[in-house]
């Protein structure tokens, strides 16, 4: 086996993970999510400005989204705050199960503060993925250059599809949308290379609709509980067995 | 004055209701992941909580699709992700290719069934 994949500077380190995030599935796939979020941010009448701030702030498409057409949708803010929120609590257990990949012997609480900012579904699910091959004290620096980069992708999609709504045909839009579910789906099966992901990812996918289809509050929270804690302790009992 | 506030007011918003609401659950986040270290039950335990919303959410953009990929029929949406997923493990656990194959589906069904 080989060493950790290591570079000369943390610039070097920043260019490395820019370069991973170009050319990973995700740039096409968050660039077009970002033109379907522009395209709805300028049927509700918002600012182009205010949406590339909403980007770089919130750094969530669905929360994004939530945001945009309940604030357009004429919604009371305090259920367009509830309604982020809740969206907003997977970020939870991401930081939690990312930090600790993160941290070195110098790392300080100060380095993780923008890795913690920047996480997200995409950023999440490629840092597992590369991380573990690279040297700890250059993974912020990766990170952050590999954030940086989808970053950018989604601020100058947000525009491009700002000015380009309204144009797509009614089949492309819906094809546009489609990407998301499909890259993470896919993505996700990759990653999931331990038996106790796979059985996460396969609970979810079945309990997730079902809490959906019965109208239950907070259905992702509980997806992520139940599923969650079923497929740790499947993968208890399997250790426990073996 | 008024009128610096009526310009200020749509980024005051976001702000409050939407980067605040959803940061809080990462801040929250970076306190508990304190010395924890990978290998910890409550790292392995929150990866697979992720996973399982993340699965869920997935499930429910492609089953609950809202604006115009609702349009596509759930049967159109449904297969092409089933032939994508295929794709994705006939070409190596590919995910571009899995893609491209679950797009081509739901564009070609789409097609088909809106003409």
Redesign the interface.
Known sequence: MSGPITYASSAAAFRAGVKSAVTS?FFL?ISGTYV?VGA?AHGYG??PW?LA??TV??W?A???VI?ISA?GGGAP?IE???A??L???????????????L?GKGTW?RD??LP??F?A?SM?VES?RLLPAIAHERRVPFCNGLAAGYMFAATGSGFIGYYLAAELP??L??????????????????N?RMM??R???????????V??YWHVGL???W???????L??AV?RLRGVAT | MNAVIAELW??L??????????????????V???G???D?Q????????????????????????S??????PLAV?VT??VC??LA?LAVK?T??A??VV??AV??AG??FL?H
């Open positions: 599935v796939v379907g709805l918002f600012a205010w701030l909403s702030l919130v969530a669905p929360a994004q945001l604030l803010l367009a705050a509830i982020v929120t969206s907003a609590i997977r970020l939870l257990p991401m930081v939690v199960a990312l930090l600790p990949l941290r609480l993780l503060v913690t900012h996480t579904i999440w597992l009614p089949l839009a819906g094809a546009l949308l489609f990407l998301t579910p499909m890259s993470f789906l896919m993505s996700t099966a990759r999931a106790i992901d059985l996460a990812f396969g609970f979810g996918l079945m309990i997730g609709p809490l959906a259905d992702l929270m997806t992520g509980v139940i599923g969650g804690s497929a740790y993968n | 749509p980024y918003v976001l702000v409050m209701v939407g980067f605040l609401p959803n940061e809080i659950w990462r801040a929250l986040g970076l508990l992941a304190r924890l270290n990978e910890s409550m790292v392995v335990l929150a990866r697979a909580l992720a996973t399982a919303i993340l699965a869920g959410v997935i499930a429910k953009l492609i089953l609950f699709s604006g115009a990929l609702a349009n596509i949406r092409a992700a994508g997923f994705f656990r995910v571009f899995g893609v679950g797009e739901l564009l789409g097609y809106l």
